[in-house]
């Protein structure tokens, strides 16, 4: 049984790298075309962010883990959404159109 366990929380979090790796891809995107004229600087401060995030994860995490494992994978994996929908949010500098 409790390989059982292991292979579904194996699967769980290929699911939320999954997830993760789509989400960050589609945030540089965002976040490269969104600021033409400083790609390098907004790419820094995303990466810089994402430092940032990494590192505070597991001690946010691992609580929610021992008590919903399920939920602190879908959280984790997740975690970039709400960045991606604020900058698909934006409106672009030259024409004023939704990115």
């Known amino acids: 049984m409790r ?11 290929a699911r939320s790298e999954i ?8 945030l540089q995107n965002l976040t490269v075309r969104e600021v033409p004229d400083n790609r390098g600087g ?7 962010c994402r430092f940032g995030g990494a590192a505070m994860a597991p001690i946010a995490l ?16 997740s975690s970039l959404l709400p960045a991606s929908v604020g ?6 500098p030259r024409t004023g159109n939704p990115v």
Do not use: T, W
């Open 42 to 48: 907004a790419l820094s401060a995303v990466s810089g």
């Open 87 to 92: 900058l698909a949010a934006l409106r672009s």
């Open 19 to 26: 997830a993760y790796s789509m989400l960050d891809a589609c």
């Open 3 to 13: 390989e059982h366990h292991r292979r579904q929380a194996r699967r769980r979090a």
């Open 62 to 77: 691992l609580p929610l883990y021992h008590a919903a494992p399920p939920l602190s994978f879908v959280i984790g994996g």
